[in-house]
């Protein structure tokens, strides 16, 4: 059985400042295409901890909003956002795996689709797409952000090719799917499976982002966030992973007290897509 539970919300929650100067950089550029109507009802898929919700997505939101619905399929995810946004009005917090089947009380039922740095960790990429589509109502649309690759991911994708720790990263892929990782073309990829479940209006755009971490330590509390996988690694085996992904690093040119001005950059911070589709009205 999937576990939901990979992450543990206090740890997760110290991710905020980059998550937060990431998508407001994305939602910023992309603002043109956020147009309300009016009491629409917004859905939330991966919420998290809720401090994007709060902190980049209630502030888009207009006054006359019918409600907001937070999703994810973590138990504890889903009670430190419900602590979060506790002193918000016309919210709601909803269980849901959207990569599974859905509830169908729940088909149809919302106007807006938002989801951050999340359906890059599902497998079925046509399943949890087309559950978007269902979940939105006619005329709805979805405004999507997704990983497809990122320093702190490739110093494990990286390491698990190496003959010390392949057998240990064996199973990480399980867990960080990362589906658009190897796609030379993920624009036209999903555009492509997009369409073909019934959304107009395709908009996918791929962005990299540049900029070097201040020091090991701020390279190091990054990777500590990163979600679990299985493994049978000791907590020395782990220590030691730690500092081979600290020092892969190094290497990468992204740590700014050993970065060196002659070599180039060899990784972006992180590479996203912006996703933005809309359910045709009937």
């Keep these: ?22 998508l407001n950089k994305i939602f910023t550029n992309n603002a043109d295409k956020l147009q309300w109507r009016g009491d629409e009802r917004v859905l939330d898929i991966g919420c998290g901890v809720a401090d994007i919700t709060r902190h980049v997505i209630l502030p888009m ?25 506790q002193d918000v009005k016309k919210v709601e917090f909803i269980k849901m795996d959207i990569g599974a089947d859905l509830e169908k009380s729940l088909i149809g039922q919302f106007d807006r689709i938002f989801s951050t740095f999340c359906l890059m960790y599902l497998k079925d990429q046509r399943k949890t ?7 939105l109502a006619p005329g709805g649309d979805c405004f999507i952000v997704i990983l497809s690759s990122g320093i702190i991911f490739e110093t494990l ?10 057998e240990h990263l064996k199973h990480v ?8 990782r190897e796609d030379p073309d993920p624009e036209k990829t999903l555009t492509s499976l997009l369409r073909s479940i019934g959304f107009t209006d395709v908009f996918v755009k791929k962005d990299k982002s540049f900029s070097l971490y201040e020091n090991a330590e701020r390279l190091r509390d990054n990777l500590l ?21 600290i020092k892969l690093g190094f290497s990468m040119n992204v740590v700014a007290e050993c970065y060196d001005e002659s070599k180039p950059i060899l990784q972006a911070r992180h590479v996203s897509l912006t996703i933005k589709a809309r359910k045709p009205v009937l």
């Excluded at 059985?1 to 990431?22: I, L, Q």
């Excluded at 797409?129 to 979940?135: A, E, K, S, T």
């Excluded at 892929?173 to 658009?180: A, G, L, N």
């Design 225 to 245: 966030v990163m979600p679990d996988f299985p493994h049978k690694m000791t907590q020395q085996e782990r220590e030691e992973l730690l500092e081979d992904q």
């Design 1 to 22: 059985m999937k576990n939901f539970n990979n992450y543990k919300p206090e740890v997760y929650a110290t991710s905020v400042d980059w998550r937060y100067n990431a």
């Design 61 to 85: 939101l207009p006054p006359d909003y019918k409600k907001l619905s937070c999703a994810d399929a973590s138990t504890l995810m889903l009670s430190a956002a419900e602590k979060q946004l």
């Design 173 to 180: 892929r399980d867990v960080y799917v990362f589906p658009y």
């Design 157 to 166: 994708f990286q390491l698990a090719e190496t003959p010390k720790w392949r």
């Design 129 to 135: 797409f087309q559950n978007v589509f269902d979940l």
